[in-house]
């Protein structure tokens, strides 16, 4: 994706790197680094929900929190168009600019255990960002925390309770509440439902739905599994190890896969239908270690469609229809297997 290619999206990524050095000594001498985040290009369509998919440490919650700079990447450029038109590079903001342009995005947190401080009341929880961020005083914040509550389904006599007292879809559910206080147009959902139970999942992805139309939303919704992010997202991004290797509309990802990493992964989604038997592909191997990286496409010692130049050659990021993009040597020659969309 060339540079600056989508002006208009809400947020665009580019060629954003985040390494860890790997220190040795005394002296602390740098030795290597993992490539948590390799070289990702990626934009997010104001009002659309983009699914973040891949196994687990494969760099796309260190991708997320990249973009709400909870960590700062090592280089390339994070894009977020704010409501006046104006694009900022978040990746070059200081910290006492990030201050003024923090209200326009937010991370949800996979834990909602951990993610919620246990000495304060849903009150000071849900009302520290609005006071923080200067959007009302007094009565008003009340007044403000009340109808959040309200929005994502918990009732106002919970105000002054500690998180302890709440169940784990409840204390999901304030944790959204917060995140929406002041008002972003992006929210990082980072496995928001994946520590929930199966029954209260549903509940969860279903308000995230309902609350994208009635504050105009943009996700970026993190999953380890395709079959979470099937049923919310617009468009999907595949990461393997730190690189993106195909993005597509969740439509066409699903029907023509174009990376063989994404149909080993659609080949794990359970269908619906009794009728569809899809085979499940048994990758060989576990995924490599982002710190020691193979030669050429980082997925040949797993791909079952390798050949020779994969070893030796990292394939390009490449548009091979519209909108879809994919690294592979060989996309426009294998012919995948995709299945069919169940929502
Ligand atoms: Fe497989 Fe080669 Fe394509 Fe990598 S470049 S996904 S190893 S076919």
Same mark, same amino acid.
């Given at each position: 994706m060339p540079e600056n290619n989508n002006p208009d999206a809400l947020l665009e990524v580019i060629h954003l790197t985040k390494y860890f050095p790997i220190e040795e000594g005394f002296l602390r001498?740098?030795?290597?680094?993992?490539?948590?985040?390799?070289?990702v290009s990626l934009y997010i369509n104001e009002g659309e929900t983009f699914g973040l998919v891949g196994e687990s440490g494969c760099g796309k919650t260190t991708l997320g929190r990249c973009i709400v700079r909870a960590i700062d990447s090592t280089s390339g450029s994070i894009y977020l168009k704010l409501d006046t038109g104006e694009r900022l590079d978040l990746s070059r903001m200081t910290n006492k600019e990030l201050r003024e342009v923090r209200k326009h995005f937010h991370m949800i947190f996979q834990d909602p255990y951990g993610s919620l401080d246990p000495r304060m009341t849903i009150l000071d929880i849900v009302g520290e960002p609005i006071r923080n961020n200067n959007l009302a005083t007094g009565d008003e914040v009340i007044e403000m925390v009340k109808s959040l509550l309200n929005d994502v389904g918990l009732?106002?006599?919970?105000?002054?309770?500690?998180?302890?007292?709440?169940?784990g879809g409840q204390r999901q559910r304030i944790g959204i509440a917060r995140s929406l206080a002041p008002r972003p147009s992006l929210i990082v959902c980072?496995?928001?439902?994946?520590?929930?139970d199966v029954s209260i999942q549903a509940q969860i992805l279903n308000l995230l739905e309902e609350l994208q139309e009635q504050y105009n939303l943009t996700y970026l919704f993190i999953a380890h599994d395709l079959a979470v992010v099937e049923? =919310? @997202?617009d468009r999907i991004g595949v990461m393997y190890v730190g690189k993106l290797v195909e993005m597509a509309s969740t439509a066409d990802l699903y029907s023509q896969p174009l990376h063989p990493y994404t149909e080993a992964l659609l080949s794990a989604v359970p269908s619906t239908n009794p009728d569809v038997k899809m085979e499940r592909i048994i990758l060989p191997g576990? =995924? @490599?270690?982002p710190s020691s990286t193979p030669t050429g496409c980082y997925f040949h010692p797993r791909?079952?469609?390798?050949?020779?130049?994969c070893a030796e050659e990292t394939p390009q990021w490449k548009e091979v229809a519209p909108e879809h993009y994919v690294a592979c040597h060989y996309a426009e020659e294998l012919e995948l297997k995709g299945v069919e969309l169940q929502y």
């Open positions: 001498k740098q030795v290597g680094a993992v490539k948590a985040v390799d070289d009732e106002i006599k919970h105000l002054n309770r500690y998180p302890h007292a709440f169940s980072d496995e928001p439902v994946s520590a929930l049923h =919310i @997202a576990e =995924i @490599a270690d791909c079952p469609y390798a050949q020779e130049l």
